[in-house]
């Protein structure tokens, strides 16, 4: 599998549906990809959140990037999600999970910074892989914006896990 920042909703939905498969933490860094990028559903449109790295090149193993403490983005990234998801419903009950990972510098390393928040989702969504699910809905679910934007597919799982909160795990 490949590491993934606050990965797609298919991302998930193909991590649950397959055998126990670890990340590949060999692979080659590809840039401008779910490895540090994941896409919200802001008032105005879809965002994309970015973790800034240092010297990427497409030679080094995903392993060896480590976040770039340059800017604020651990700053901006929150400010998105909490102007994203403010109002949606569970927001309120899961952002303690999600704060320390923007608050304060939790890890060196982007594998180990998305591994630690696949870990949080994977625990808030009951997430196990190779699991049949006991209902399947590709359908469209509650988002905070739909009415002005339509309904947006694929966003980030912090939009499903926001805005369903115990009954995402239903629609992946």
Request: hydrophobic share 40%.
């Amino acid at each position: 599998m490949t590491s993934a920042y606050l990965a797609p909703i298919s991302w998930y939905r193909n991590f649950r549906a397959t055998p126990a498969e670890p990340i590949d933490t060999n692979e080659h860094y590809v840039k401008q990809t779910i490895r540090n990028r994941c896409t919200i559903a802001m008032p105005d449109g879809p965002a994309h959140l970015i973790i800034p790295v240092e010297a990427a090149s497409s030679h080094v193993p995903i392993r060896d990037i480590r976040i770039s403490e340059h800017g604020q983005w651990r700053h901006h990234h929150w400010n998105a999600l909490r102007t994203a998801y403010g109002k949606s419903p569970f927001f309120e009950y899961y952002a303690d999970e999600f704060a320390p990972f923007y608050i304060s510098r939790t890890h060196d390393y982007l594998i180990d910074f998305n591994a630690a928040l696949h870990e949080v989702i994977c625990n808030l969504i009951d997430i196990h892989q190779n699991v049949a699910p006991l209902q399947q809905r590709r359908q469209p679910y509650y988002q905070v914006f739909e009415q002005r934007l339509g309904f947006l597919p694929d966003l980030s799982i912090v939009d499903l896990l926001f805005n369903m909160g115990p009954e995402a795990i239903f629609y992946l």
